[in-house]
């Protein structure tokens, strides 16, 4: 069973309804405002009421959320949900009363039934004169019939649930300050992985319960909050200063350790990301930066969070949220707290303590952080996604490699066949921060907040029948656009198109698979005819075939069949730099009529053999059979 990946699916389907509840913060602020003042009373009560009423059906938003979240937006499902949870609330009600309340966990349960079923029963074949109720159609019926079982076998145990879970509750409010520190260090540890939607979902929706003055009944630290429950807060109020304060300075220390020359980018990239953080309480492009190349700061990280926790419950300090603990979270809600003018000056504190020991860490242990080396990650190249998206495809292993792919705000999130298929040097190279591997192939590759703009993308890519050549780098070095080539004849596309390299060391290898159809009499040079047709052309350095002295070194022969990566030609690198006039060395397709688009990667520092630096798309050939759409 492949228990991590259903975990993660779950993870990001609760994530899913938590988007409706910011308009309810709005409209009860709103509805807060002396409206009586202006003798509007009754549209602040309107207001109130709207505010309310979403909290009212925050089960059955669950229900629908997670219904939608777990069959990628199917809308047969949703409606399954809903149809599911108003014939279990009714019976459940007719049973057992209206105390007996399962809310957002019942709200979860009917969501998940609603997806299985979905999924097991959604290609159901019947015999042709009822075949109308096959298919997806027949979802709401099989949903009909399994929510009475449910219903009936909840009646029998519901009693115990509720039971042993108000134990559980009380249990968990009980350890107090201690309770508020280890959710808040659980909370961080389980953000790479995507798991901690599901850990704050218990905590925000079914820890604690109130009752309103009409008799309304709130479960769970957020809800409570905003049904005026004075000891809500608990598990939400110690996370502004972590958001709005530490990660920024994070950023702001990162932008501060990055090299004089790269800063300019860096800034641009930091600075945005810390105000994603400090406004709207989104960490993971600041957290990703440092996580991978220093997992023991992220360790100190989320005790440092737990005890910010902990420290707001020992202030007495009462905040909440609708969506994340950011700025416009903290001015929108802050007239419902107690106590949450001393997040500021404590966040003041954090920040300080944030900025100066992530500096002194960076620079002490030589951290590369973006910024402090050629190809730093998490740069901006939101218009490149289009052309870059099919390489990502191609380091993900292709396209018979990929079972399911979806986004999160800073993640794809992959089910592959193979996860050995990866190419995690490639990936960085086109700008993921880094990879997560759960097990049973499921994946998370983060790419920040381009993340669903890459999906999209390569989900067009999947959805075509295309022809495409990968392309590997063929030296060690540094990729240039080829217009940037010191030779006009090159520069100019004359001979054809493609990239450059700057070489690092005197070896040349394969980029493509293929059969040496020339190699030129000094060897500085040779062309490749791939199996698609293409004629490729690599060239090392610029006015190198006059050259004093046996500089190249061929170990290819005419009519050898290479493979990527092979090596080519073996030359005095120091010689060659010596008299060329360039070290550029261009890998450029001489026939490019046959190629109907081209891919590259971010033209920065590549190894010899990395993978997916450049791909073309073939034009639809008798041979190929393609589509190319």
Known sequence: MNWMGNLQQLGRSLMLPTIALPIAAVLLRLGDLPWDVIHASSLGDMLLLAGNTVFDYIPIIFAVGVALGLTESAGIAGLSAMLGYFMFTRLIEHELGTQFQLGVPGGILIGLLAAIIYHRCKEIKLPEYIQFFGGPRIVPLIMGLSTLVVSYIMITIGPYLEMGMGKLSNWLLGLGGLGAFVYGIAHRLLVPSGLHH????????QVGAYQTPTGHMAYGDLPRYFAGDPTAGMYMAGLYPIMMFALPAIAFAIIGEAREDLKPKIKAT???AALASFLTGVTEPIEFAFLFVAPYLFVIHAILSG???WLAYELNIHHGFSYSAGAIDYVINLHLSHNGLLLIPIGIVYGLLYYFMFRWAIRRFQIPTP???EGSSLEEWAGDIPYRSPLI???LGGKDNIKKIEACITRLRLTLVNDRLMDITALRHLGAAGVIRLGGGNVQVVFGTFSELIREEIMKVLRKDIHVVLFTSPMQGRMIPIEEVP???????L????????PEKGELVSPVAG???HIYPTMHALGILTEEGLEVLLHIGIDTSSLPGKCFNAVVKEGDHVEPGQLLIKFNYNKVKKFASSMATPMIITNPDLVKSWSFAPFKAVKKGQGSVMSVVLKPTKQTGGTNG
């Open 198 to 205: 599901i850990l704050n979902n218990f905590f925000w929706f």
């Open 270 to 272: 930091f600075l945005t």
């Open 307 to 309: 005890a910010a926790m």
């Open 371 to 373: 910024g402090r080396e």
């Open 393 to 395: 495809l191609q380091a």
């Open 487 to 493: 030779d006009r004849i090159f520069a100019s596309r």
């Open 495 to 502: 001979v054809g198109n493609g990239v450059a390299f700057i």
């Open 515 to 517: 059969t040496i159809m």
